[in-house]
């Protein structure tokens, strides 16, 4: 069992940046990844971006490269993800999940309650 609690979100303008974090605990974490993941009102969930928790490895979605970054800290099992130049469509509810390192959504099987992120324009 894996449990993940993300917190950071809020409301923010076009153009600035929020921080969100992804606390886990549970199993052994060390061979999975933390992925996070997006949901916009009547669209479907989307990938965002995701980690090793070893190693160095992370992956991005093409609409959020350049702007967000992920990064752990492997001591206090918590993963974030820091969001700059946040556009309007970028408001969603932002979710982590634990699982395999991959782009989809199927190969994380423990999820958050995730975290609304809103950017007004």
Excluded: H
């Excluded at 992925?35 to 990938?47: H, S």
């Amino acid at each position: 069992q894996v449990q993940l609690v993300e917190s950071g979100g809020g409301l923010v303008q076009a153009g600035g940046s929020l921080r969100l974090f992804c606390a886990a605990s549970g199993r052994t974490l060390g061979s999975y990844a933390l992925g996070w993941f997006r949901q916009a009102p009547g669209k479907e969930r989307e990938f965002v971006g995701s980690i090793r928790w070893t190693g160095i490895s992370t992956v991005y979605a093409d609409s959020v490269k350049g702007r967000f970054t992920i990064s752990r800290d492997n001591a206090k099992n918590t993963v974030y993800l820091q969001m700059d130049s946040l556009k309007p469509e970028d408001t969603a509810i932002y979710y982590c999940a634990s699982g395999r390192f991959s782009t989809s959504r199927r190969d994380y099987d423990y999820w958050g309650r995730g975290t609304q992120v809103t950017v007004s324009s």
